[in-house]
């Protein structure tokens, strides 16, 4: 099994910078993809930033410019550098991984338990 634990949430004004972490461990095998995904109240989940074992990422267009992914793949861990930050960020945030356990036969999707970020006006 894998786990996620993510760390960094918080309350900042607006134009203010946070900085999410989220640290994998367990039995890891291999991790794939790495990202971070947003939930709002009454909103669906969506895609924040991914990061991919290569080193390619992608980003929501909405934080292009003000978010960066980032990754140290030897602690297994992947950060989210939250720069002017806007109210309409306020979101629960999770951290994701594509990753196969040791015990294991395939790669399986990983969530954190989600990490509140509020964006205050």
């Not at 004004?13 to 946070?18: D, E, F, K, V």
């Not at 890891?28 to 895609?47: H, T």
């Not at 030897?74 to 994701?96: F, G, H, I, R, W």
Request: proline share 2%; charged share 20%; glycine share 10%.
């Amino acid at each position: 099994q894998v786990q996620l634990v993510e760390s960094g949430g918080g309350l900042v004004q607006a134009g203010g910078s946070l900085r999410l972490s989220c640290a994998a461990s367990g039995s890891i095998f291999r991790i794939n993809d790495m990202a971070w995904y947003r939930q709002a109240p009454g909103k669906q989940r969506e895609l924040v930033a991914r990061l991919t074992s290569g080193g390619s990422t992608n980003y929501l267009d909405s934080v292009k410019g003000r978010f960066t992914i980032s990754r140290d793949n030897a602690k297994n861990t992947v950060y989210l550098q939250m720069n002017s930050l806007k109210p309409e960020d306020t979101a629960v945030y999770y951290c994701y991984t594509h990753a196969i356990a040791n015990a294991d036969s395939r790669f399986r999707d990983y969530w954190g338990q989600g990490t509140q970020v509020t964006v205050s006006s």
